[in-house]
C-alpha cells in the first residue's frame, strides 16, 4: 500500500525568500522534466495522462502563488503545498469531469515537495511476488508504469469510474474496482483477497475453493485474450457485431488490431475538452475524416456533442445549474445554441463525402419522438444519410416505438442510462451500489428497446460500459440488442463469452434475469443459467 507524505510543517520561513523561490522552481522543473520522461515512456492514453501532469508543475500560476505564500512568511515546503491545495479545491468545486483531476495536482504536488525533503516521490512499492495493489488512490504517473507482470489487480478507496486511475487500469486490461469505501480499514499488507473487477467485488480472507474457482476463471481470461480475433457471433453462428468506443481518431489503430469491426461510439466532445471557442467547420472536418478514412468500408457511430454535466464545454454551458445532469446538457444545450450543431452534423456530411465508412450519426439525451424528428430532420436536411437517437433518458424506452418510427436506429447508453433511473449521479462514490447496470428497472427498459427495434426492424446497439461486461452482454443480446461497443481492451472478453451460448439461451438467460428483484439477483440468475 503507497503511503503518502506526511503534510510540510509550519515553521516560519527561515531563507530568503529569493533563493526559496528558486529552489521551488528547480524542484518543479524536475518533476516536470520527470513526468515527461515517464509519459514518452508509457504512450498512448498513459502519455497524454501524464503530459498533462507535467504541465500542472509548469504552470506559471502555481510560482506566483508561491512567491505570494513565501513573502506572506511561509516555508517553501508549506507555500508549495497550499498553492497545489488552493489549485485543487478550485478544480474540487468544479465538479465532475474536473473534480476527478483534483488526484492529479495531489500527485504533483507530493512529487515537488519530496523534491525539496530531499526524499524518494511517493510510490508503488517493489515486490519480488506477483500482488494486488490497494491505495486510497494511486497517481496517473504509478498506474501508467506499473509493472504488469507483477500488478494482478488494483483495488482504490477514492476515485469514481471516471477517474485517470480508473481510466489507464482500463486501456491495461488490468482488474481494477476503484471507490471501495472503508477499503484501507479493512485489508491489512500480505492479506489474502480476491479482485472480481467484473462484478465490482473485493473478498476478504476467501477460503482454497474460492482462489482455486477465481485461478480458474483468470486462466480463462488470459486464454480470451490470446484467442483468434474473429467476427462477433455467438454459439449457432448469429452475427454480433462488436465495435469499440473511441475518444479520438487516434485510438483507432488500437481499435483495429484489437478486433473492433467498427466504432459504436466516437465521443467528439473530447476533441474539444480544453477549447474556450466552438470548432470551426474545418477543424471538426479534418478530424472526423481522420476518422473514418481509418474504418474504410466499416460501420462508424459518431455522437454530437454531449456537452454538460460531467462533460461541461464553455461555449455551450455557460450558465450556473444546481442539478447540472438535469439540465441543458447533451441534444438541449445543442437546440440551445443550433449553430454549433449545424456545423457538426455540416462536418459530418463533408467527411462522409470524403470516405466510404458507414457514417452513422446519433444525438445524446434524446427523451422522446418530438426531439427525434428534430434531430433526424436537421441531419437529413444538411446531408447525412443514417441518423440515429442515444437511449439515455428512460422516457425514450418507455415511448420506443414513436421514437423507432423516425430514428434509423437507436443505441443505448447504459451509463445515464442507468443513473438516471435509479436517481443516482453516475460520480458519485456514495449512490455507487445504485449505479448498476444489472438492476432489473435498467433490463427491463432495454428489453422495451430491443422489442421496439425488433417491431421495426431497426438496430438497438449498447454503447454504455455494460457492453464491456461478458455475462451481462449475453443478457443485452437476449433482450435484442443487435450490436455492442465498448473499449477495444474489452473486446476479447466479450467476443469469447458470446461464442459459448446460442441465441436461444442467450433469450432465455435475459428472460429469467428479467424477473430479479435486485441488480445482485440479477448477476446470480445469470450465473446460475450457465450451469442448467
Ligand atoms: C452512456 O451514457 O452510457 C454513454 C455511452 O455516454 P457517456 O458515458 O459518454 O455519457
Ligand atoms: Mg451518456
Redesign the pocket.
Known sequence: MPEPLAPPSDEPLAADVDGEHERVSVALQAVADELNARAAAAGGDAQQVLEASALMAQDPAILDDVRARLQGGANAERATWDAYAGFRDLLTSMGGYMAERATDLDDVAQRVVARLRGVAAPGVPVSAEPFILIARDLAPADTATLDLEKTLALVTQDGGPTSHTAILARSKSLPAVVGVVGLLDAVADGQRVIVDARTGTVELDPDDAAVAAAEEERTARLGAASAPITEGALADGTKMPLLA?VGSPKDAAKAIELGAEGVG?F?TEFLFLDSATAPTVEEQTAAYTELLQAFSGKKVVV?VL?AGA??PLSFLNDAHEENPALGLRGIRALRASEHILRDQLTALANAQAASDARLYVMA?MIADVEETEYFVGLGRELGLEVVGA?A?VPSIAVLADQVLEVADFVS??????TQYTLAADRQLGSVAALQDPWHPAVLRLIKMLGDAGARADKGVGV???AAADPALAVVLVGLGVTSLSMSASALADVRAELLTVTLDEAKARAERVLGARSAAEARQLAAASLVD
Do not use: F, H, V
Request: hydrophobic share 20%; charged share 40%; net charge negative.
Open positions: 468506443n461510439l465521443r455522437r454531449d460531467d462533460k445524446p442515444m439515455e443505448i447508453g447504459t451509463n445515464d442510462l454503447c454504455g460500459e
